[in-house]
Nanobody, 119 residues
C-alpha cells in the first residue's frame, strides 16, 4: 500500500523557517521523482519544488528560489522541503507528490500539511 505522510507544518512568523518531511512507503523510492506542491485558499494547486529521481536535479518555482530547498534521503525513504525566510504569501496547504520517473501514471499524493505564516 502506497503512503506519503507529510509532517512539519505549523504556524511561523514572517522571516522564520520550517522543514517539511514526506515519509514514503509502499513503492521503490529511488525510482520516483519527488515534488512539493502547495494550495492557498481560493487558488489552484501550484508546483513549488521538484527533485528528480536518479540524478537529483532540482527545480523551483520562481516565488521560492533562494529560500526553499528540496532534498531526499533514500536511506529513510523521505523527502524534505526546507523553507527559510518565510513570507505570509507562503501560507498554504503543502502536498507531497511522488511520480515514477518513467511510468508517469504511477503518481501519488500525500494528505497535505498546513503552513501558516503570520505575525
Amino acid at each position: 500500500q502506497v503512503q506519503l505522510v507529510e509532517s512539519g507544518g505549523g504556524l511561523v512568523q514572517p522571516g522564520g523557517s520550517l522543514r517539511l518531511s514526506c515519509a514514503a512507503s509502499g513503492f521503490t523510492f529511488s525510482t520516483y521523482t519527488m515534488s512539493w506542491y502547495r494550495q492557498a485558499p481560493g487558488k489552484e494547486r501550484e508546483l513549488v519544488a521538484t527533485i528528480i529521481a536518479g540524478n537529483g536535479i532540482t527545480n523551483y518555482a520562481d516565488a521560492v528560489k533562494g529560500r526553499f530547498t528540496i532534498s531526499r534521503d533514500s536511506a529513510k525513504n523521505t523527502a524534505y522541503l526546507q523553507m527559510n525566510s518565510l513570507k505570509p504569501e507562503d501560507t498554504a496547504v503543502y502536498y507531497c507528490n511522488a511520480q515514477h520517473v518513467l511510468l508517469k501514471r504511477n503518481d501519488y499524493w500525500g494528505q497535505g500539511t498546513q503552513v501558516t505564516v503570520s505575525s
